[in-house]
């Protein structure tokens, strides 16, 4: 097994910063697997590194863990680490709306961008979870990006990240002359996301980071080169910065100006290259009018470059300053001193040399894949721990050093296997001591074991040994009983195992050994799979007969939307209801965007089948104080309507159920009315359903509750106020609420240029409704079930559900045997 690459997981950092304490003053939003994080000017670098860190939890964690590395109190940087191994399992992308490059101003990309997902003739976006969802809302953008116009194939187009979704923006692309560009979806595990697809062009011009938001672009990291500058500005005598041809006798030393530079004055040079090592050297000036500042610089070239290895660097002056800069970026251990010996008296100095630009590498470490050949045979995977390639078998490879080959022996654990074995033999022949003593006569005592009298025990023994020791008819002949394995009964009925026949029937035919001891079920037709079987199953052979295969709930359009529902303006909704579970997806199409093609309408109806959300329940009443919306610090007398009703110690009365459904009740009392504020109901509305929820007030000044668990809800309130005081009815089909549902089980596809609907599970349980505004599908408005699986098994009754079909319970044979058939 060679092993020519190790799976690793990608890091940036970004450039150093003196404090990690200290304000940055930048703003804008970056995206880091499809999470947005909000920076503003008053965040630190910590700051972002806590920011990044919090959206890394939950359901919708980024797998990124952000630290601060800080290689002195004066380099402090970002380092970003993915949280797991491979290729693509961390991407970052600039989405920020205003002309500041946030993570350029982080120096964890260039101002170099690139296609990030390049096609055969053309790009695709990231993947999202909806087709019909603004881009803006999908990436949780505190400012997503306006109106702004990038460039495609040469042409100008207008993108709103803040309004438009991936199906309109595929749509505005698609007027680009020579470019198509159509939402294309993918199914993963039963998770369906969504991309633009563009063809014909490789040409794409960015602004205001619209395609990098998108995933069309992205920033690249480079390397930067680690730059030293000198303290002292240095003028000539005629007051101007030298340069790199300043004669040594025209440099103002004196500040006079004047000249105090002696010959066979000596500049001493030290410090280390990029590696480390150290270095040192001398310069002469042996004479001041001929020799220059440029003959200085050609010297600490030569100093730092003194132990060869590829060390390269260039001295310059800029701005009077001396300035070295390492030739080859990324992390440099260079230092430098330059120290003006001035033996003949002067004062010539050019200063303390510090570090001014820090080098590093963006990224310091790549995502990639393990590559590695088992048996000859290419196999590339994001982990080191490869577990479904030989089955059973799980490789590990992180301790293998690239470029070497491991020889990989896999042998059955026959000591584990026969230890198991002997433990079953012990368990079972103290059963049978338990049994034989009791029909054994105590001459001493004159008594037998209390069980003596009972002739169930001999039965429960004839049992138990017909069992152990009789032949299995299913089997073959050379395995069907224990004692052709070594396992053999001695005349007291007690077992014991002969290793050496063992180990050999072990070693001839491991599954025909297993079979006598474990309970599974093979079928000749490749279309039933046993599934189960329970004790009450009777071992055999059993002839399944089907009359009727299951099928799914499934409807075909007859009209013909190649062009899609028809102009702009022509709008349909579209309702459909899982009657299994009552969710229910309402699409609404529009000719002139998702429902402008076939394509866009299965995408438009397959993003919202796939859409969660959380329930949300608002009130019916819009309260005010001094006519403007109320807001959770407002007092509860302060009302306009109802408040002046109330008194100290009136009592709001709470009811409703929780998620679950289980039932809520509580009173909320009104302690001191001059202090009581909304914000003081809404905490106790939280607590009474165990902090399960969130309580607050829209800007409209309608009381809000949220499930704070997305899916199926049966979330409920009921309040009954005192005196005139009303939030009204706290519903989902209020103005802002929102039936909470997980994504249903239904999907949409295309036959040709028809529409089709499909229940994802089989039988009659798996049925939906429709209902359609317009008949421009063809689909009939109804109900549409799928059929359940129906036949027998060895003759005997069977119940179906979906592709499962169980014999009956009290049945003879077959009672608890299931198996599905597709």
């Given at each position: 097994t060679p092993t020519s690459q190790l799976a690793?997981?990608?890091?940036?950092?970004?450039?150093?910063?003196?404090?990690?304490?200290?304000?940055?003053?930048?703003?804008?939003?970056?995206?880091?697997?499809?999470?947005?994080?909000?920076?503003?000017?008053?965040?630190?670098?910590?700051?972002?590194?806590?920011?990044?860190?919090?959206?890394?939890?939950?359901?919708?964690?980024?797998?990124?863990?952000?630290?601060?590395?800080?290689?002195?109190?004066?380099d402090n940087r970002l380092i970003l680490t993915s949280d797991n191994t491979g290729e693509g399992k961390f991407s970052i992308l600039d989405a920020s709306a205003t002309g500041t490059d946030i993570l350029q101003s982080l120096g964890l990309t260039n101002s170099i961008a690139t296609i990030k997902n390049t096609t055969s003739d053309g790009a695709k976006s990231d993947k999202f979870s909806s087709s019909t969802t603004a881009v803006g809302s999908l990436l949780g953008l505190t400012s997503a990006q306006n109106s702004s116009t990038v460039q495609i194939a040469g042409t100008n187009v207008t993108i709103n990240l803040a309004t438009q979704d991936l199906t309109t923006i595929a749509s505005t692309i698609n007027g680009v002359a020579g470019v198509t560009a159509s939402v294309v979806s993918t199914t993963t595990d039963g998770v369906t996301t969504f991309q633009i697809d563009i063809s014909g062009t490789t040409s794409f011009v960015d602004s205001n980071n619209i395609l990098e938001t998108l995933g069309i672009l992205e920033g690249q990291q480079g390397s930067i080169s680690e730059v030293h500058t000198a303290s002292t500005v240095n003028n000539d005598l005629g007051a101007s910065p030298i340069v790199a041809g300043t004669f040594f006798d025209q440099i103002d030393t004196t500040g006079g100006p004047g000249n105090d530079v002696q010959n066979n004055d000596t500049i001493t040079i030290s410090g280390t290259d990029h590696n480390g090592n150290a270095v040192s050297g001398t310069f002469t000036i042996t004479d001041k009018t001929t020799q220059t500042v440029g003959n200085l610089l050609t010297q600490i070239e030569t100093v730092l470059e003194q132990n060869g290895g590829g060390n390269s660097f260039t001295a310059s002056i800029v701005g009077g300053q001396i300035v070295i800069t390492d030739d080859q970026a990324g992390d440099s251990q260079l230092s430098v001193n330059i120290v003006t010996n001035n033996e003949g008296g002067g004062t010539l100095d050019f200063g303390a040399v510090t570090a001014t630009t820090q080098g590093y590498a963006m990224q310091t470490t790549a995502g990639q894949d393990v590559n590695v050949k088992i048996d000859g045979v290419a196999v590339s995977r994001s982990s080191n721990s490869i577990d479904d390639v030989i089955s059973g078998v799980t490789l590990d490879l992180a301790r293998v050093e690239s470029g070497t080959t491991v020889n990989?022996?896999?042998?059955?654990?026959?000591?584990?296997?026969?230890?198991?074995?002997?433990?079953?033999?012990?368990?079972?022949?103290?059963?049978?001591?338990?049994?034989?003593?009791?029909?054994?006569?105590?001459?001493?005592?004159?008594?037998?074991?209390?069980?003596?009298?009972?002739?169930?025990?001999?039965?429960?023994?004839?049992?138990?040994?017909?069992?152990?020791?009789?032949?299995?008819?299913?089997?073959?002949?050379?395995?069907?009983?224990?004692?052709?394995?070594?396992?053999?009964?001695?005349?007291?009925?007690?077992?014991?195992?002969?290793?050496?026949?063992f180990l050999s029937a072990i070693n001839t035919d491991f599954n025909a050994v297993r079979r006598l001891f474990t309970a599974e079920g093979t079928t000749t037709n490749s279309e039933i799979t046993h599934i189960n079987h329970t004790k009450e199953t009777v071992q055999g052979d059993y002839a399944v007969v089907i009359n009727t295969v299951a099928t799914q709930a499934t409807v075909t359009g007859t009209g013909d939307l190649s062009s899609g529902i028809g102009g702009a303006g022509d709008v349909l909704d579209y309702t459909i209801t899982d009657t299994s579970t009552g969710r229910v997806a309402t699409i609404t199409l529009d000719g002139s965007s998702n429902g402008s093609s076939i394509d866009n309408i299965v995408n438009a109806i397959n993003s919202e089948l796939a859409r969660e959300s959380t329930e949300t329940l608002v009130g019916s009443v819009q309260n005010t104080e001094s006519a403007s919306a109320i807001t959770s610090s407002t007092l509860l007398k302060n009302f306009d309507t109802g408040g002046g009703s109330l008194a100290t110690n009136d009592v709001i009365q709470i009811s409703g159920t929780t998620r679950s459904g289980t039932s809520v009740g509580n009173s909320f009392t009104i302690t001191d009315l001059d202090t009581t504020t909304v914000q003081d109901f809404l905490s106790f509305i939280e607590n009474s359903y165990n902090n399960k929820v969130s309580a607050t007030i829209n800007g409209s000044g309608s009381l809000v509750l949220t499930d704070n668990t997305v899916g199926d809800s049966q979330l409920s309130i009921d309040i009954t106020e005192p005196g005139t005081l009303n939030f009204g009815t706290v519903l989902t089909t209020n103005t802002g609420g929102a039936e909470g549902r997980y994504s249903m089980e239904i999907t949409a596809s295309k036959s040709g240029n028809n529409l089709v609907i499909t229940h994802d599970s089989y039988g009659g349980s798996g049925g939906f409704t429709i209902t359609e505004a317009n008949d421009y599908s063809g689909i009939v408005d109804g109900a549409y079930t799928g059929e359940d699986v129906a036949g027998t098994i060895d003759g005997e009754a069977a119940t179906g559900a979906g592709q499962i079909l169980t014999g009956c319970a009290s049945i003879a044979n077959s009672e608890g045997l299931s198996i599905r058939v597709t």
């Open positions: 690793q997981a990608r890091q940036l950092s970004s450039q150093s910063h003196t404090s990690a304490s200290t304000a940055l003053n930048l703003s804008g939003e970056f995206v880091i697997n499809g999470k947005a994080i909000n920076i503003t000017t008053t965040d630190t670098l910590s700051d972002i590194a806590v920011k990044i860190n919090n959206a890394n939890s939950g359901s919708n964690a980024t797998g990124v863990t952000a630290t601060i590395l800080s290689a002195s109190s004066t990989l022996t896999i042998s059955r654990d026959t000591d584990s296997i026969k230890s198991n074995i002997n433990d079953f033999i012990t368990e079972y022949n103290s059963i049978i001591d338990f049994i034989n003593q009791q029909f054994t006569f105590d001459e001493d005592t004159e008594s037998s074991g209390v069980l003596a009298g009972e002739s169930a025990l001999f039965t429960i023994k004839s049992i138990i040994q017909s069992t152990i020791t009789s032949a299995n008819s299913l089997l073959p002949a050379n395995y069907d009983a224990l004692s052709l394995i070594g396992i053999t009964s001695d005349i007291n009925g007690k077992l014991s195992l002969k290793d050496s026949d």
